[in-house]
């Protein structure tokens, strides 16, 4: 079974500084993808950036980018420039492939409190 | 395109009764995935739905039940209800089933057990 293991449960940061959340997890496969999703206090669950194992360059989206170690199992995500709408819970996630059109079952980390502070 | 949208937002029962909760995927995408969010267990998978097949299953006890209708908007059903089945409900939609490209989720329904 794979495990997501997000350890510090609580981060504060300066707007406009920069913020490294960190990630571990534990799978015994080779082939499968790995999230970042944003919860605020709405509670509406939005990705925020995601990655696939067999690439070897860390993904970026905007402000959101990641260090994907696969040897170390490790997925963090840095944001740059943090925003005051940045403060919400965020969740890193695993999922393995089972194939195109066959992939479902997110298995979530404990997930890590973001408070962007002005 | 409309979002991911989930009926109702809210709900109050009792222990011993049995509840529905709806989930309506966004337009073209054929995955449902239901989870389960508490403050001590997190997030966990429920189970999947695609083309009104359950296709993936987490680790819950029977009286969780689903089902997906052609149109793809999705129902889960929990009977006998307990205290501890107060949680947020989150369902996700994923096009084609490919949730790898990302899952795509709902508002949630929150659900508390008196």
């Known amino acids: 079974a794979q495990t997501v293991t997000q350890s510090q449960p609580e981060m504060s940061v300066q707007e406009a500084e920069t913020v490294t959340l960190s990630c571990t997890y534990d799978t015994s496969e080779s082939n499968y993808y790995l999230f970042w999703y944003k919860q605020p206090p709405s509670r509406q669950m939005i990705l925020v950036i995601r990655q696939e194992a067999y690439k070897q360059q860390n993904a970026t989206e905007n402000r959101f980018s990641v260090n994907f170690q696969k040897a170390a199992k490790s997925f963090s995500l840095k944001i740059s420039d943090s925003q005051l709408g940045d403060t919400a819970m965020y969740f890193c996630a695993f999922m393995t492939n089972l194939g195109a059109g066959a992939n479902s079952k997110l298995t979530f980390g404990k997930g890590i409190t973001l408070s962007v502070r002005p | 395109k409309a979002g991911v949208t989930q009926t109702p937002r809210y709900l109050i029962k009792t222990r011993g009764q049995q509840v529905t909760l709806s989930c309506s995927p966004i337009s073209g995408h054929r995955s449902v995935s239901w989870y389960q969010q508490t403050p001590g267990q997190g997030l966990q998978f429920l189970f999947e739905?695609?083309?009104?097949?359950?296709?993936n299953k987490g680790n819950f006890p029977g009286r969780f039940s689903g089902r997906q209708f052609s149109n793809s908007r999705s129902e889960m059903n929990v009977s006998t209800l307990e205290l501890g089945d107060s949680a947020l409900y989150l369902c996700a939609s994923s096009f084609q089933g490919r949730g790898e490209l990302g899952q795509f989720f709902g508002p949630g329904t929150r659900l508390t057990v008196l």
């Open positions: 739905y695609f083309s009104e097949t359950q296709r």
